[in-house]
């Protein structure tokens, strides 16, 4: 059981390239989401989606797209890389059982991304 | 505002116990505390949650101010491998409040 897996895990871009990030999940989980950690920070949500063919803007979503066309995969797309977007980003995916409030997340190792 | 506050580092000795506060003062009802602890280079690791009961799990306890304004995560005894940064968060119905702000750096010291 893999759990969320994360890909790439490590990427170079030069400014205004484009890119995916690719998060897959095989716990069946309905809710998926996208952070973004910088240093010293803590994480901040950039999209998150609550079942296939849904997505919804979280705190920090300029510059970033996002997809979920099946239920364990949620891509994340930087259509034109700015330096500024050099992080590290997390996926994670949860449960619906209940409220929502009251499932854990599970989250994936990172995908560390250097913009130039 | 769905931010907690909780101490930006704290020092134990191995093999004691570790508490670990968080501040969270403007809790609503149906808000849930979920303590999250994230080791060197690897994501987020769920630790535990709770709403207004103490909760205990393999990992940690959790201990809730009876007026939800703050609470605890206990380590009974902690080792090396608990040398990480964790994370004390509200979670409540809005999917996009959710904030992990910049956690208590723990270092376990042999």
């Known amino acids: 059981n893999a759990g969320v897996t994360q890909t790439p895990k490590f990427r170079v871009l030069k400014t205004g390239q484009s890119m995916t990030l690719l998060c897959a999940q095989d716990m069946n989980h309905e809710y998926m989401y996208w952070y973004r950690q910088d240093p010293g920070m803590g994480l901040r949500l950039i999209h998150y989606s609550v079942g296939e063919g849904t997505t919804a803007k979280g705190e920090v979503p300029d510059g970033y797209n996002v997809s979920r066309l099946k239920k364990q995969n949620f891509l994340l797309g930087l259509e034109s890389a700015a330096p500024s977007q050099t992080s590290v980003y997390f996926c994670?995916?949860?449960?619906?059982?209940?409220?929502?409030?009251?499932?854990?997340?599970?989250f994936g190792d990172g995908t560390r991304l250097s913009i130039l | 505002d769905a931010k907690t506050t909780q101490p930006n580092s704290m020092e134990s000795n191995e093999e004691e116990p570790v508490h670990l506060p968080c501040n969270h003062s403007?809790?609503?009802?149906?808000?849930?505390i979920h303590w999250y602890r994230q080791l060197p280079s690897q994501g987020p690791e769920y630790v535990i949650h709770g709403l207004t009961s103490n909760v205990n799990n393999r990992m940690a306890s959790l201990a809730i101010a009876e007026d939800r304004k703050s609470s605890t995560l206990i380590l009974h005894r902690a080792t090396l491998r608990d040398a990480a940064v964790y994370y004390c968060?509200?979670?409540?119905?809005?999917?996009?409040?959710?904030?992990f702000g910049p956690g208590t750096s723990l270092s376990v010291i042999p």
């Open positions: 994670a995916s949860s449960y619906v059982q209940g409220r929502h409030s009251n499932q854990p997340q599970h």
């Open positions: 403007t809790i609503s009802g149906t808000d849930y």
């Open positions: 968060i509200r979670r409540g119905t809005s999917y996009d409040k959710v904030i």
